[in-house]
Nanobody
Framework: QVQLVESGGGLVQAGDSLRLSCIAS????????MGWFRQFPGKEREFVAG????????HSADSVEGRFTISGGNRANTVYLQMNSLKPEDTAVYYC????????????????????WGQGTQVTVSS
């Protein structure tokens, strides 16, 4: 069992930056791949970025490629999502997720593959 707590959300203007943090506690974080998802009102959660258990592999969604960067993992207990050049369409609740993957070292892309979730943090970008 692992507990995830996100922080760093808030209200910013278009073009600003934010860094989200996800602190994992509980069992060893070295066995988990991590991911960031976001959810718009009335929609399902969508993949934003992921990092493999070792931290050697990362991937970002096309919609945020070049603007958002995931980092951490590799036995660190904190995973970050650096968000630059924010747009109003990035407004959403952002969730951190962990996948128990002791036998694999890859990025996971769908919410159904993840085992644990944080409570979410609101990001609002004004125009």
């Amino acid at each position: 069992q692992v507990q995830l707590v996100e922080s760093g959300g808030g209200l910013v203007q278009a073009g600003d930056s934010l860094r989200l943090s996800c602190i994992a506690s509980g069992r060893s974080s070295s066995r988990y791949a991590m991911g960031w998802f976001r959810q718009f009102p009335g929609k399902e959660r969508e993949f934003v970025a992921g990092i493999s258990r070792s931290g050697r592999s990362t991937h970002s969604a096309d919609s945020v490629e070049g603007r958002f960067t995931i980092s951490g993992g590799n036995r660190a207990n904190t995973v970050y999502l650096q968000m630059n050049s924010l747009k109003p369409e990035d407004t959403a609740v952002y969730y951190c997720a962990a996948k128990d993957t002791i036998y694999s070292d890859k990025v996971y892309y769908t919410e159904y593959e993840y085992d644990y979730w944080g409570q979410g943090t609101q990001v609002t970008v004004s125009s």
